[in-house]
């Protein structure tokens, strides 16, 4: 710890019981505003992220009175005299500390100890964020548990408007209407799960009985879309044997007769198309044991070229093959 931050955590003890060091005294820096993030006792919180722009709009001192009487007492017309002026703000380390000037009727306060603690008031806006130091006040009600104190709200703290709009109620609503709301929830949550536990059968089917019927459908879709498959396919090989469709459209027209009425507008292109080739293929002739055999002809060629029926068709085989 350095000389500077041992000297502001002992002013800091001091400013919370101010007394002793103040009553002798016609001026003192006292912290004003807590640093970053901080709540009182009610429950409202700030957030004091930007001290420089706090220390900025100080530009005329600032009265420091008696239990806020600047803003509770003189709007009604009573008196509301100053025991002291702030002439001076700084940033100090994320604080804002100002500089106290004592009056003879704030000195005689302390002199006689009336008042230990003292509260600072500052504007913010709705989301909390200090704006800017206003006044300051001597007081025995402190708001904080800190020497940057501020007069406890006579009002209730209204709940976050995110909770209250969550929740359904209105801005006003109080803390026991929020807990009525919260429970109301609880109950509806019991017996949406009691629903859940005994669902109506009539309305809710079983997940494992629902799986088992969604597996036989998927099967039983699966079955039916391979017998059309193959239909298809036999629809558009017979198209390609008669010449009608080229071998290398067979993809396409495939495709086309998976289609909604595609099988209907694929016959009706057959049966006006004229045969274009002829692509049926003529198998060779075997005995009855299903071993090739030479027609008229290619044994004609076996007697002209000397060789033996086994070697023409050995020769023959060799020659597909090759082709394919």
């Not at 901080?38 to 706090?54: H, I, K, M, Y």
């Not at 009056?103 to 913010?124: D, Q, R, T």
């Amino acid at each position: 710890m350095t000389i500077e931050q041992q000297s502001v955590k002992t002013i800091t003890a001091l400013c919370f019981n101010m007394m002793p060091m103040e009553a002798g005294a016609t001026g003192i820096w006292l912290p004003m505003v807590p640093a970053g993030n901080f709540q009182g006792l009610d429950g409202r919180s700030w957030t004091n992220n930007n001290p420089d722009a706090v220390v900025a709009r100080f530009v005329k001192k600032r009265p420091f009175d008696m239990e806020h009487s600047t803003h509770i007492k003189a709007p009604k017309g009573e008196p509301a005299p100053a025991y002291g002026w702030i002439t001076k703000a700084e940033n100090r380390e994320g604080e804002v500390w100002a500089f106290v000037e004592w009056n003879v009727e704030g000195a005689e306060v302390l002199e006689k100890k009336k008042y230990a603690f003292y509260s600072p008031s500052f504007s913010y806006d709705p989301s909390g964020q200090v704006l800017a130091l206003v006044s300051a006040a001597l007081t025995n009600d402190p708001n904080l548990d800190v020497p940057a104190l501020n007069r406890k709200e006579d009002n209730p703290m209204k709940l976050p408007q995110l909770i209250v709009a969550a929740l359904g109620i209105a801005a006003e609503a109080t803390e026991e209407q929020a807990v009525v709301a919260i429970n109301a929830l609880k109950q509806e949550k019991d017996i949406a799960l009691n629903r859940a536990n005994q669902p109506d059968l009539n309305k809710f089917v079983p997940i494992e009985t629902h799986s088992v019927a969604l597996n036989r459908a998927s099967t039983a879709e699966a079955a039916l879309k391979a017998i059309a498959d193959k239909e298809i396919d036999a629809l558009v090989q017979t198209a390609i044997t008669e010449g009608k469709v080229a071998p290398a459209n067979k993809d396409m027209f495939i495709g086309m007769c998976r289609t909604e009425g595609g099988i209907e507008q694929f016959k009706k292109f057959v049966g006006s198309a004229p045969a274009i080739a002829n692509n049926s293929q003529t198998k060779p002739p075997v005995d009855e044991k299903g071993k090739p055999v030479l027609e008229e002809h290619e044994i004609a060629m076996c007697r002209k070229m000397r060789v033996t029926h086994e070697e023409y068709i050995a020769a023959k085989q060799q020659l597909n093959q090759g082709a394919n």
